[in-house]
């Protein structure tokens, strides 16, 4: 049987439960913010671990063969702000969910879409960086640091045309408003005080202009590109998530040697699934980045890129291999 694992309000999830359904083929999805509504339960020294979805109580260590780790999400996510409890209770209760969840991996024999641990470490945008130029992709050239020195002599050494963008996650979330920390085009930095440089370390990168832009989404051995292009033909911001509006995603295959490469790079990761970034500059191709879990129903609809299919495919795939070894 297959399992999802996710949240209530992840539409991508809903484009690959209907495709399962109309396949007639039987799975659990588990939006994490309804555990606390209903129970889980480990037991031990048998293990086995039961969850509770609509009163009917499913245990995962005996039919589960396949999990499609989405994105799961936190207890009190569907709770009103003003009826949760304080932010420390809050975090124990996401700890203590957190560990009960994580003993899923425990259970031998499970195909993960994508393993949690290879996940993670496919986060980090340094191991991302250095797993591409390890494999033969072509890499900007990259300084990640707080010291305003460093970043200087990347820019000089670009005559003083650079980007930058965040280490880690992208995401400020305050009381009132979230912010995302997009990737922005840099040529001085007389005019940032060094004490905000130095607060943390920042992606300093040589910029690729000009430049058009591929989401690559690789699902096992199935690779879909798509090229991202401005509606009224004009070149591109530096992050076309900026004016995601006012562009069009054009599928269109890669040169063979660099959809090997994508195919690669994910096998390398110990990945199922990744959605890779990549800009073609004066004719080569660089890696960008990689989201492990990324997103990618903007592509299914109304682009009708048949992603939800291809990964309904791999997780059928690997179910019924389990099922008949």
């Given at each position: 049987?297959?399992?999802?694992l ?9 484009f690959?439960?209907?495709e399962?359904?109309?396949?007639h083929?039987?799975?659990?999805r588990?939006n ?8 889980a ?19 995962i ?11 799961p ?8 702000k ?6 420390a ?20 024999n ?28 072509e ?8 010291d305003p020195?460093?970043?200087?002599y990347?820019?000089n050494?670009h ?5 930058t ?14 912010y ?7 040529r001085?930095l ?7 440089i130095?607060?943390?370390?920042t992606?300093f990168?040589?910029a690729l202009?000009?430049?058009f832009d ?21 070149n ?7 004016e ?5 995603f054009?599928?269109?295959k890669?040169?063979p040697?660099i ?15 990744g959605?890779?970034d ?13 989201n492990p ?5 903007w592509?299914?609809?109304?682009h009708n ?10 997780l059928v ?7 008949t070894a």
């Amino acid at each position: 049987m297959i399992m999802i694992l996710s949240n209530k309000w992840d539409v991508t999830v809903d484009f690959v439960v209907a495709e399962l359904q109309s396949r007639h083929i039987e799975f659990l999805r588990v939006n994490t913010e309804d555990l606390i509504k209903g129970c889980a339960t480990v037991s031990l020294p048998d293990f086995r671990i039961r969850v509770s979805k609509r009163d009917k109580i499913h245990d995962i260590t005996q039919k589960i063969n396949v999990i499609w780790n989405r994105r799961p999400g936190k207890p009190f996510d569907d709770f009103p702000k003003d009826q949760r409890p304080s932010e420390a209770v809050q975090s124990f209760v996401n700890d203590q969910w957190y560990s009960l969840l994580e003993a899923i991996q425990l259970i031998p024999n499970i195909t993960w879409v994508n393993d949690p641990k290879a996940n993670d470490a496919a986060e980090n945008k340094i191991r991302q960086l250095f797993i591409a130029s390890k494999i033969g992709f072509e890499i900007p050239e990259t300084v990640i640091t707080n010291d305003p020195e460093h970043a200087k002599y990347l820019l000089n050494r670009h005559n003083k045309n650079a980007v930058t963008k965040a280490l880690y996650s992208p995401l400020i979330e305050e009381p009132e408003k979230d912010y995302f920390i997009f990737t922005n085009t840099i040529r001085e930095l007389n005019q940032i005080p060094e004490e905000d440089i130095r607060i943390s370390p920042t992606i300093f990168q040589q910029a690729l202009i000009p430049k058009f832009d591929y989401r690559i989404t690789v699902i096992g051995e199935k690779v879909f590109s798509v090229r991202i292009e401005r509606k009224d033909g004009a070149n591109l911001d530096i992050d076309w998530r900026t004016e995601k509006r006012d562009i069009d995603f054009i599928q269109q295959k890669l040169p063979p040697d660099i959809e090997k490469l994508c195919c690669r790079y994910v096998q390398e990761c110990n990945l199922l699934f990744g959605a890779i970034d990549l800009v073609e500059h004066k004719g080569e191709f660089y890696f960008l980045e990689i989201n492990p879990n990324g997103e990618w129903g903007w592509l299914q609809k109304p682009h009708n890129v048949p992603i939800a299919e291809a990964l309904c495919d791999l997780l059928v795939y690997y179910d019924k291999r389990l099922n008949t070894a």
